[in-house]
Every structure is written in structure tokens, then in C-alpha cells.
């Protein structure tokens, strides 16, 4: 249920809905080989471009308000990266999404959902330490950037205004910013990132603060002895997601049915190869610990491509 | 008669050992640094192919190197080289000039 046409003042899904906005945009998820849920440490050459796309299918389904809420969230991110040099680059990101709830209100089924342009992320990363040795690197790279209120947020249907959890953008600028640290050797990485992001009100509704602490070990599983010449790389990966999201807000008062905290754990693989890079994972919510009624998530399934050129 | 042919062969190759040697293009070796995966090599691969009289570049991700073969008459300094690997985010961690086997072709 949400600030709805039949069911006012009950907003548990704004919770889902930032959780969804926020996987779906992918704006801490750039464009580097190395983790499948968030950001690298490794650099953009100078002058070259990365291209990331990826597909994301957030699903949240088990209820405990009692409407058998179920929420589908698709999206389609494009990220673009370009390095300014060895040490600093700048990232587009842009998502298409889908999104519906349905949910049972007086004994009928609803539907609703919109589907378009999301919100346009902006953000740049500037690596302030770096340790190269022969067969692997340490770098520490801080990163901060905006997300534009680009989607459309005042998406309705024919029962009015659809809640803020499926509309397209959230008609808020939003600043974030973090730090992501990479160990790379030629056998296994890990990266590592904290992360925070300050939403902002928009259209009278506000979704809460999103701090996250990320971690991600990945090992080269194929080939197992190297050989000359660059071969493609099978990684396997594991991760972590610890996502602590602030209540949301309307009209200036907090929503009890909202926000938590979320640990994911992401079993994924990965093949990198020298232009281009493949990969799969699936974010399993181990531990939820929500307010209220809010919805919790059933899993976050990932897929997509990375290319430079 | 078959004397005379051996002869003959063995004194001419002996008169196009120079040239060949003078034919053979200039190669670079270069140790990069924290070269670990296969996605980062393509950045100082492409900041080579932009360089003038880079005909053929082979990385060996294993050993960290980067061999650079020249045009004919074209050469590398390291200041060059250390700026290509520094723009890829990487470190030059060593330069050297080595001589290639004429028989050599580019990949």
C-alpha cells in the first residue's frame, strides 16, 4: 500500500521504492571490470571511454502489512566513463525503468506502474592514492556526484497520482558522494566502498538517506596457469551489500513503515577479456532488519556488458 | 659443381647478414607496473596505436611487459613511454631497447 487515491497516509513501499531507484540508476555501479554491484578503484585511461550497460530485475514480494504487496522493478542502465587522465575520470549514468505494484485494496487486485527515463546521475572519481607493482596495485579513490531529477515524477493513472516507489524519477537533486579502495593482483581483487547519499524533497515527499558499506572479492578462476599474451579472465565473485536507508518523509513527518537495514550477500561470475567484459549476479537479501510494515525484497538479479573503446 | 653452389650461398649470405641486421625494426620493452587484468591493458594499448612509428604492440599480462615494435627509423625515448603507461594509470617500472629478429613479423 502507499499515499494512494483509497489508502492515505500508509507509504511502506517508499522504502522498496528508493531501494529500487537506488539499485536501478546504479550510480555508485560504474564502469570497470572488478565488482558487479558497485564501484572499482581501477582507472579509465586517458582519452578512452567504458561503456557499461546493465540489466536489473529488483523484485520485493514478501508482505508483512497484509496487502500482499508485490513490487517488480525493472531497469536498463547505460553508464559512459571517460578518463581525464590516469588518475581522474567522470561518469554518465542513465537508466530506463519499468516499475509496477500490485497490491490488494478492499479485496480487488491493483496494478499500477510507469515506465520511462529515470534519473540522470553525474559523478566524478579521482584516484588520491595509488601503489603500482609488478602483477597488481593498490588505489584509493574518493567519488561524489549528483543525481538530476530527469524522470518524470508525477506519472498517474486512474487512481490518481502514482506513489513516488514507481514513478519513473523522484523529481529530487540528489548529492552523493564515498570512497572505494581496490587490491588487484593477476590472481584475485577486492574492493571495498562506503558510501553515502542525501536525498532530497521533492513534490512534498522526501525518500531517506541511503548509507552503504560494499565489499567484493573476485578470483580468477580460468585460466589457472597464465600463459604470454592477454587471455580472457573467468572470475568468480562474491559479495557484500550492507545498505542502511533513513525513514522517508511527507509533509515534513517520518514514515515508521519505511527504511532498515539490508544485508546482501552476491554470488556472481564474470569474464573479462581486453575490450570487453560479461557478467551475472544475483543480490540475495541475507539479513533484513525493516521498520514497520515496510516491504521487504526478494532478490536483485544483474546482468550486462562492459566495452571500451 | 655442387661446391662451387655451396660457396657461391655461403658468400652471399655472409654479404646480406648486414642488411638483414640493418633491417630489423626496433623493439621496446617496457615493465608496467600494475598491469593485473585483462580490461586494463587495452588503455596503455591504445594510448601506443596514437603514438608515431608504433607498428606492432604484444602484452604479456603474466610478466607485465609491453613490447613495442617500431616503423622502420622510428624510435621511443622512456619519457615517452612513461607518459603513455602514467596515462593508463599505471607505473613504468623499467625501459629497455631490444633488437628484433628480422624474421619477426608484426602480429
Known amino acids: 500500500m502507499h499515499a494512494g487515491p483509497q489508502n492515505p497516509g500508509r507509504r511502506p513501499l517508499c522504502r522498496a521504492g528508493a531501494a529500487a531507484l537506488l539499485a536501478a540508476a546504479g550510480w555508485t555501479g560504474a564502469a570497470w571490470s572488478a565488482p558487479i554491484t558497485f564501484n572499482t578503484a581501477l582507472p579509465v585511461a586517458k582519452g578512452e571511454f567504458v561503456f557499461r550497460e546493465q540489466f536489473v530485475l529488483d523484485q520485493s514480494g514478501d508482505d508483512p502489512g497484509g496487502a500482499d504487496r508485490d513490487r517488480t522493478a525493472w531497469a536498463a542502465v547505460s553508464v559512459l566513463g571517460y578518463g581525464v587522465n ?17 497490491m490488494t485494496v478492499g479485496g480487488a487486485r491493483r496494478s499500477r506502474g510507469a515506465a520511462g527515463l529515470g534519473d540522470v546521475a553525474l559523478f566524478g572519481r579521482y584516484t588520491v592514492f595509488k601503489d603500482n607493482f609488478r602483477g597488481g596495485n593498490f588505489r584509493v579513490a574518493p567519488f561524489a556526484g549528483l543525481e538530476l531529477p530527469t524522470g518524470d515524477d508525477d506519472e498517474s493513472d486512474a487512481f490518481g497520482r502514482l506513489p513516488a516507489s514507481v514513478q519513473p524519477g523522484s523529481g529530487s537533486w540528489d548529492p552523493f558522494g564515498g570512497v572505494v579502495l581496490t587490491y588487484q593482483t593477476l590472481d584475485f581483487q577486492i574492493d571495498a566502498q562506503a558510501s553515502y547519499r542525501a536525498n532530497t524533497e521533492a513534490n512534498g515527499f522526501e525518500f531517506g538517506d541511503v548509507a552503504r558499506l560494499d565489499a567484493s572479492f573476485q578470483y580468477r578462476l580460468w585460466p589457472r596457469d597464465l600463459g604470454g599474451g592477454v587471455p580472457g579472465f573467468l572470475y568468480g565473485i562474491v559479495e557484500a551489500n550492507l545498505v542502511y536507508r533513513d525513514e522517508n518523509r511527507t509533509g515534513g513527518r517520518d514514515d515508521p513503515d519505511s527504511g532498515g537495514t539490508t544485508l546482501f550477500l552476491v554470488p556472481g561470475l564474470q569474464y573479462v577479456t ?23 525484497k ?12 | 659443381m655442387n661446391r662451387i653452389v655451396r660457396t657461391t650461398a655461403f658468400a652471399l649470405s655472409l654479404l646480406l647478414l648486414p642488411l638483414v641486421a640493418f633491417a630489423a625494426p626496433t623493439q621496446y620493452q617496457l615493465q608496467v607496473d600494475g598491469l593485473a587484468c585483462p580490461f586494463c591493458a587495452y588503455g596503455i594499448e591504445k594510448e601506443l596505436n596514437r603514438t608515431d612509428g608504433v607498428e606492432n604492440i604484444r602484452i604479456d ?27 593508463a594509470g599505471f607505473t613504468l617500472g623499467g625501459f629497455e631497447e631490444v633488437r628484433a629478429q628480422a624474421s619477426n613479423k608484426p602480429e
Open chain 1, 298 to 309: 526478494d532478490y536483485v538479479a544483474r546482468a550486462g556488458f562492459r566495452v571500451n573503446f
Open chain 1, 86 to 102: 590516469g588518475d581522474l575520470a567522470l561518469f554518465g549514468v542513465v537508466p530506463y525503468v519499468d516499475r509496477s505494484l500490485d
Open chain 2, 61 to 87: 599480462i603474466n610478466a607485465g611487459t609491453v613490447t613495442v615494435t617500431m616503423a622502420e627509423g622510428g624510435t621511443m625515448t622512456e619519457a615517452q613511454a612513461s607518459r603513455i603507461v602514467e596515462d
Open chain 1, 274 to 296: 581486453k575490450r570487453w567484459i560479461a557478467e551475472a549476479a544475483v543480490q540475495l537479501p541475507t539479513v533484513q532488519d525493516l521498520n514497520g510494515t515496510a516491504l521487504e
